[in-house]
């Protein structure tokens, strides 16, 4: 794919004058969108920022004096410091740091001399250095490009042309290569900054990914990295950092959260810092390189490079991870003033000083009050677009778009005048079939028999069954079948959902209490499909006592399954095991029903990319939105759930993560009514910004998701008498 892309890209760059031509360039840069004003004043007011942007800008008038001096290869990494090469392209890169230099000095002191030379450096190297995919080499290109992010604006077409072709080879080029080392650091630095500038979102996907699947693989529990354990160096681990945290800053202040991602062990950016504070502050002590398993690094020392000396770690390498850290966390800072031996308040380096800017300045997702698990979990936005109006319930939801949708009904009492009930309904596809249950029941009358097809009947009364249905196609389906078998005398079966554990399907409801779910006798069961010439489905015993589930468990990264509990009171619990036995459980309360600003019902979570848990509700307080609560420990402790401006009709609702990594979610979310039924769309599970009308003109509820090969296929009921399918090609989403 990567080699169609290079060569289409060619193609296209020569034909076009490159991608540039088309994207339109802010005025504000696209990696840090630092306000230059606020920059300035900091200087012009801080004692301490104001010496610090001197020695830049000293170092800014000397380049101005400077010929550029690109080289087409960079010979930096495998080369020792004595190799002639690689001291003559260190000369050469002083270019990069010159080029940045100019920068900023150009962005506080508005000298336009200052962006002429950096432009004449960047054009210089964009038409003689020839990429070749070399991380460790390219990275010391990361200021040039930096300065180029921060000036875009003063490049004309054909100029921007030309540097974003360079670019774009070199962003390609890296994503070649593989390592779970310092190397992929960098490498996701270079295709990181190059995607924010170029606006290139094939570029930021891939950064993400490879953020996440990096922390996955070499991040561990206690803080160490593979850098570190492959080196036994802090200098590496180090290394392997600052790339990191640098592309989490700039991620972050483009609307994207890296810095708040862990791993299922619970290694994470924060917790590879937090690792080296005992060996800084002189709690510990770590010789270098002793266990090193990379020849190299003894060929370095041998060669008389005494940073790869086996030697007491000094920290000045962490104090530099401090200060680049310092957007997320400035608590570390006195740290590394400590080891940097400065009598300094606030600033140590311009990193610091950018940083402060930043922070003041506010993120793109700050400003947007956005949610987040840890920083922010009181946030109530959760639908957010040009569309939608500042009060969410003002919406018109019958003029919502649509998308194509192909329709079935599995069954419909519609014509028995109210006296039989069908919902809850349940999807899941096994052993090339799709299946659904749901709650099949006797019900009460409420209107004239004639005209109960979009009346409610009454609901929930002894002697419910649960019934199944399965089909080849989810379209064309069987006729329904009893599945749970009568209940006891006074009881119901409520149907709730089916579990895949272990390659068997498992069918679970709940043993009710009629007419209402709460009381003694409330106890969640399983019954498992036995396939033969018949199909049956045999009790496998109670899963959970005193239980009512919402949707059956799902896997978390710790391998444990979850669920949420309702007890026979309606205080919510979340349900963590199910590993060793089907009815190995453990229950961790969340929310009480009785709670005077939320009465929890039918709660439902889902898994974040970054492994944290968000958790939604009903209020049946009926005021009108879904309430959301955060997990950071995988659902032992939740956060006060919060009234989102999520809009909803006090209704069951249900939602997936897809496989190309957006989030959906299905409900009613008309306050007024169950109608329509509406699907909306999210990129991070956290905010959604579409939201599209599926069937409506009629009550419809109690919906569930399913996502199978292309397509979504969603159950539901119609005025709790049907059980009708829809089928939505995801790609119309």
Known sequence: MLLRLLTSTFIFLVLTCGISCKRQVQAWDPLFHIH???????????????????????????????????????????????????????????????????????????????????????????????????????????????????????????????????????AILQMLGEKKNNWQAKRLWLVGFIGFILEEQEFIDFMKAGYVKYVDQAFYADGK???????????????????????????????????????????????????????????????????????????????????????????????????????????????????????????????????????????KREKEEYPHPEHNPSSRKMLSGDWVPEHTHDIDFMKLPRVPVEHSVVSDVRDEGGSHVNQHNYLAFYQGRFWVMWSDGPGIQRTDPKNHRNRVPGHDRAGQLVSFAYSKDGISWSEPADLTGPPAGGFGWIARGFWIREGKLLALATHFNAPDYRGEGLALYAFELETGDTLNWKSRGILYDNAMNNFPPKLLPSGEWMMTRRDSVGDVHILTGGITSFQDWRSVPLAEYNDSSLAAEEPYWWLLPDNNLVGLFRDNHKSGFLYRSFSTDFGLTWTTPVRTNFPDATSKFHGLRLSDGRYVLVSNPNPQKRDPLAISISDDGLVFNRMIYLVGGRHVDYPHVMEHEDYLYIAFAGAKQTVEILKVKISDL
Request: with cysteine; aromatic share 12%; charged share 30%.
């Open 225 to 363: 990295t593979n850098d570190f354990i492959q080196r036994d160096a802090f200098h590496y681990h180090c290394s392997g950092l600052w790339p990191l945290i640098e592309l989490a800053v700039v991620s972050d202040r483009n609307g994207i959260d890296l810095a708040g991602y862990k791993n299922p062990d619970g290694g994470s950016l924060k917790q590879c810092i937090d690792f080296m504070v005992p060996y800084t502050n002189g709690e510990k002590e770590h010789e270098e390189f002793v266990d090193s398993k990379v020849k190299f690094d003894r060929i370095r020392a041998e060669a008389g490079e005494t940073e790869y000396a086996r030697k007491i770690f000094d920290g000045n390498r962490a104090a530099k991870v401090y200060e680049y850290y310092s957007y997320f966390d400035d608590s570390y800072l006195p740290l590394a003033f400590q080891i940097k031996k400065l009598d300094v308040a606030r600033f140590s380096t311009w990193k610091t000083v950018i940083n402060h800017v930043l922070v003041k300045q506010g993120s």
């Open 36 to 170: 230059p004003d606020e920059l300035a004043a900091l200087v012009d007011s801080d004692s301490e920022a104001n010496d610090i942007f001197q020695k830049i800008k000293n170092l800014a008038d000397e380049a101005l004096k400077a010929a550029p001096t690109p080289v087409d290869t960079i010979f930096y990494e495998g080369l020792i410091d004595a190799d002639p090469r690689r001291i003559l392209t260190k000369e050469c890169l002083l270019d990069a740091t010159r080029a940045e230099n100019l920068a900023w000095a150009y962005l506080v002191a508005r000298n336009i001399e200052y962006a002429d030379k950096a432009r004449e450096i960047i054009m210089a190297w964009s038409r003689k250095h020839v990429p070749l995919g070399n991380p460790i080499s390219e990275k010391e290109l990361i200021p040039m490009i930096t300065a180029y992010g921060l000036l875009i604006s003063n490049f004309n077409d054909e100029e921007r042309s030309e540097v974003d072709f360079w670019l774009e080879k070199m």
